[in-house]
C-alpha cells in the first residue's frame, strides 16, 4: 500500500473515535501513532512555533495520520481552545511528568468536568506516584529497575541495552494503548471515564512475566549463561561468509537434530547433548566455523521449507524487501518514506495509515471550524498569538 500527500484513508476498529494528542516525543507519539492505524481520528495539540517532533516532520514515521492545531497555551483563549477540543474527544494522551497537565488546567479532574466520558491516558516513566515519580529519565533507566535490563547482554561484558524498545514501546506505548482500549470498552457500559496511569517501569516489569516465572522455578541463571539470552549455540546469531549473520532457535531436540543434520554436524552432535552445557563452548565453535564456509543467502536456500527455525539477520534496507514481509505488506510506502505497516491485523475492520505525518498546525483552522468557531473568532484567536 502506498499513501501520498493529497491521500488519506480512514478504516479501522477505532473509526468515529477522537483522540487528542499533546505533543510531545517517544512513546507518546507511538502510542497515537497506533490509535490513528486503527482509524481513530487524532488531533495532536502542538506549540505555536515550535514542534516536538524531531527532525523534518515528513520523515516522522511516529507522526503518521495525524491533524495538528498549534497552540500558544500560555494564552488563555488558547487553553480554552484545548479545553473545548478535549471535551469533543473520546481519549486525551498527555506524555508529561506529573502535574504539568493539572498546571496547565488540564488535568482529569478539570476535563472530567466537561467531558465525564473521557478516557485520560497518561505516560511518564516512572508513573503518578512514588518516590522517582518526578525525576527524569530514559528507556534504559526504567528498564533497569525492573531486572530487563540487567537480563540482556553477554556474561562478560556490561548489561546492553536492546534499543528503546522494551521501556519507550513496548512497556510503555504499547502499554497505554491497551489501557486505553480497555477503558475505552468500559466507557460504553459505564458511561464514564477514567485515567490510565501508563508507566514504562510498570510496563517493562510485566514483559518479563515469563523470565520471573522461570526464575521461581530455577530456571533462570545469570546473565548470559541461558537458552534465551545468546549463551545456547542453538539460539544464537553466527556470521557466515559473506560477512552477513543467520539466526538460529533450534530450542526444540527435534528442530535441534534437523539443524546438526543439515549443516553436517550430526556425528559430532551425537557426542555433545544438545542442553549439556559444559559442551556448548564447544558446539558454538562447531557452528560457527561450519556457517563460515557459505554466504548467508546459501544458509538460507540450504534451509527454506525446513523446520529449523532459522532466519536471515536482514538490516533495515534488506527487511521491507524480503519475500515473506512483501507477501504480508508489512511494510508500507507513505510519501515516499518506507516504513512498518499498521499491526495487528482485522478481519473486517482492517487497519491503515490514515495519512502522511503533519506539520505542525496545519489543520488548527480546520479543527477551529469543526469546534463551530467562525472565521471571524478564528482571525481573532491568529491576532491575539493564540493560534
Known amino acids: 500500500m502506498r499513501v501520498t500527500e493529497s491521500q488519506r484513508t480512514v478504516s479501522?476498529?477505532?473509526?468515529?473515535?477522537?483522540?487528542?494528542?499533546?505533543?510531545?516525543?517517544?512513546?507518546?507519539?507511538?502510542?497515537?501513532?497506533?490509535?490513528?492505524?486503527m482509524g481513530a481520528d487524532v488531533i495532536r495539540i502542538d506549540r505555536k512555533g515550535g514542534s516536538d517532533t524531531t527532525g523534518d516532520p515528513a520523515t516522522d514515521v511516529m507522526g503518521r495520520g495525524r491533524r495538528s492545531i498549534a497552540l500558544n497555551?500560555?494564552?488563555?483563549?488558547?487553553?480554552e481552545v484545548a479545553r473545548d477540543l478535549i471535551a469533543s474527544a473520546d481519549v486525551l494522551i498527555e506524555g508529561f511528568r506529573p502535574g504539568v497537565m493539572e498546571r496547565l488546567g488540564l488535568g482529569p479532574q478539570d476535563c472530567h468536568t466537561r467531558n465525564p466520558?473521557?478516557?485520560?491516558?497518561?505516560?511518564?516513566?516512572?508513573?503518578?506516584?512514588?518516590?522517582?515519580?518526578?525525576?527524569?529519565?530514559?528507556?534504559?533507566?526504567?528498564?533497569?529497575?525492573?531486572?530487563?535490563?540487567?537480563?540482556?547482554?553477554?556474561?562478560?561484558?556490561?548489561?546492553?541495552?536492546?534499543?528503546?524498545?522494551?521501556?519507550?514501546?513496548?512497556?510503555?506505548?504499547?502499554?497505554?494503548?491497551?489501557?486505553?482500549?480497555?477503558a475505552v470498552i468500559e466507557?460504553?457500559?459505564?458511561?464514564?471515564?477514567?485515567?490510565?496511569?501508563?508507566?514504562?517501569?510498570?510496563?517493562?516489569a510485566l514483559l518479563m512475566a515469563f523470565f520471573y516465572g522461570m526464575k521461581a522455578r530455577g530456571r533462570w541463571q545469570a546473565r548470559g549463561s541461558n537458552v534465551l539470552d545468546g549463551a545456547a549455540p542453538f539460539y544464537a546469531c553466527y556470521e557466515c561468509a559473506d560477512g552477513k549473520w543467520l539466526a538460529l532457535g533450534s530450542i526444540e531436540?527435534?528442530?535441534?537434530?534437523?539443524?546438526?543434520?543439515?549443516v553436517g554436524l550430526e556425528e559430532q552432535a551425537a557426542s555433545l547433548p544438545q542442553m549439556d552445557r559444559?559442551?556448548?563452548?564447544?558446539?558454538?565453535?562447531?557452528?560457527?566455523?561450519?556457517?563460515a564456509t557459505r554466504t548467508r543467502d546459501e544458509w538460507c536456500a540450504?534451509?527454506?521449507?525446513?523446520?529449523?527455525?532459522?532466519?536471515?539477520?536482514?538490516?533495515?534496507?534488506?527487511?521491507?524487501?524480503?519475500?515473506?514481509?512483501?507477501?504480508?505488506?508489512?511494510?508500507t510506502e507513505v510519501a515516499g518514506v518506507t516504513q512498518p505497516a499498521p499491526a495487528?491485523?482485522?478481519?473486517?475492520?482492517?487497519?491503515?495509515?490514515?495519512?502522511?505525518?503533519?506539520?505542525?498546525?496545519?489543520?488548527?483552522e480546520d479543527v477551529l471550524a469543526e469546534l463551530g468557531l467562525s472565521p471571524e473568532a478564528i482571525a481573532q484567536l491568529r491576532q491575539s498569538g493564540a493560534i
Request: glycine letters at 14%; charged letters at 15%.
Open 253 to 262: 531436540p527435534q528442530f535441534y537434530a534437523l539443524l546438526m543434520k543439515t
Open 73 to 79: 497555551l500560555k494564552e488563555p483563549t488558547a487553553l
Open 117 to 182: 466520558r473521557l478516557v485520560y491516558g497518561r505516560m511518564t516513566g516512572w508513573g503518578q506516584d512514588g518516590p522517582l515519580a518526578k525525576a527524569a529519565g530514559h528507556d534504559i533507566n526504567y528498564i533497569a529497575l525492573t531486572g530487563a535490563l540487567h537480563s540482556i547482554g553477554n556474561a562478560e561484558g556490561p548489561p546492553l541495552p536492546p534499543l528503546n524498545l522494551v521501556g519507550d514501546f513496548g512497556g510503555g506505548a504499547a502499554m497505554l494503548a491497551f489501557g486505553i482500549a480497555c
Open 278 to 291: 559444559s559442551g556448548w563452548p564447544q558446539l558454538r565453535a562447531l557452528l560457527a566455523d561450519r556457517f
Open 344 to 364: 495487528p491485523r482485522f478481519s473486517r475492520t482492517p487497519g491503515a495509515v490514515q495519512g502522511p505525518p503533519t506539520r505542525p498546525g496545519s489543520h488548527t
Open 12 to 37: 479501522g476498529p477505532l473509526r468515529g473515535f477522537r483522540v487528542v494528542e499533546m505533543a510531545g516525543i517517544g512513546p507518546g507519539p507511538f502510542c497515537a501513532m497506533m490509535l490513528s492505524d
Open 302 to 331: 540450504l534451509m527454506e521449507g525446513t523446520d529449523i527455525c532459522f532466519a536471515p539477520v536482514l538490516d533495515l534496507d534488506e527487511a521491507p524487501d524480503h519475500a515473506h514481509n512483501r507477501a504480508r505488506g508489512v511494510f
Open 187 to 204: 466507557t460504553q457500559r459505564s458511561g464514564l471515564g477514567q485515567v490510565v496511569d501508563a508507566a514504562m517501569v510498570d510496563g517493562s
